[in-house]
């Protein structure tokens, strides 16, 4: 089962330039959530159910070079924690929220300064 938690709004397409339709839906599936509970457990029993709000009100956002995923960053000031929902294509052409994990500042900070972390 599929439920959508997001869309690709018209700044995001702007920012990294995507040829892709504006409100694009993002859905979560149950595999999808089978792979954040194993591959980052505390990360997403901590942030999963912020997933909807990291899609709608992201502080900065790239384009990971490796899968083409989307990058949504959120940064939570009370934990000093980054966090990043990536979201990838399926191959029938489907946006779904893959994985949720807590970012390591430094390399945050480095992205954000070579620019393929953008600001939102």
């Known amino acids: 089962m599929k439920n959508q938690v997001g869309k690709i709004d018209k700044k995001i397409i702007v920012l990294l330039n995507l040829p892709i339709d504006e409100n694009t839906p993002i859905y979560l599936g149950d595999s999808n959530i089978k792979h954040m509970e194993k591959s980052h457990p505390a990360d997403y029993k901590k942030y999963g159910m912020d997933i909807p709000a990291i899609l709608a009100t992201p502080d900065y956002i790239g384009l990971n070079p490796n899968d083409q ?9 009370i ?10 294509v399926s191959k029938q052409g489907n946006y779904y929220a893959r994985s949720i994990y807590v970012l390591n500042n430094r390399r945050v900070h480095n992205f954000i300064a070579k620019k393929t972390l953008l600001k939102v």
């Open 69 to 77: 995923s989307i990058e949504y960053v959120k940064e939570y000031r």
């Open 79 to 88: 934990d000093n924690e980054y966090v990043k929902v990536a979201v990838r």
